[in-house]
């Protein structure tokens, strides 16, 4: 694949809309398994009486159960397997006409907070795509955002995810 071609899948890939998910209803159930599985102890989020007594006025969830929270299976906090996230970026590499592709970074900014009962949606946008020439052949350094936003429309956290797909055609 030719520089110029690359160039033009890769400003055509800006701003593409990747689709939405949504997750079911927060249980304080999986923010408990959540925090004994990563051995988060706060009790912010796994005392009630105590959260109570917050500004939040009930348990929460830590600030990566955002994320969390599109990455389990519907119901139980079993992670889903590795590579959840493939086939969506099979896609783009087929579509940008790439081989490879490398998780060159992931970011989380976190808004409001994720308390039980909330209902997630997460919205995933192309941000940037910059065409690269390496050894290799062809390249296109790719720049994903994800909004999360609760069931009120408030904004609850955003992920920027960062891949590298190379070997052109």
């Not at 600030?63 to 996230?85: H, I, K, R």
């Not at 997460?122 to 999360?148: D, H, L, N, W």
Request: with cysteine.
């Amino acid at each position: 694949m030719n520089q110029e071609l690359l160039a033009e899948k890769a400003l055509h890939a800006v701003g593409r809309d990747l689709g939405q998910e949504t997750s079911l209803p927060v249980e304080k159930e999986a923010i408990r398994q959540y925090c004994e599985a990563t051995g988060i102890l706060d009790p912010l989020y796994l005392d009630e009486e105590y959260a109570k007594s917050t500004p939040y006025g009930g348990v929460i969830a830590p600030s990566l159960f955002g994320f969390v929270a599109f990455t389990m299976l519907p119901g139980v906090f079993e992670p889903v397997a590795q590579g959840a996230e493939l086939p969506k970026i099979a896609r783009l590499m087929k579509e940008l006409g790439l081989k490879g592709a490398l998780d060159a970074g992931w970011k989380l900014q976190s808004f409001t907070p994720i308390h039980v009962g909330d209902v997630l949606t997460r919205s995933g946008r192309i941000m940037e795509a910059v065409p690269k020439q390496i050894k290799i052949g062809p390249a296109i350094f790719c720049t994903i955002e994800y909004t999360v936003t609760n069931q009120r429309g408030e904004l609850v956290c955003i992920e920027t995810w960062k891949y590298f797909f190379f070997g052109g055609e």
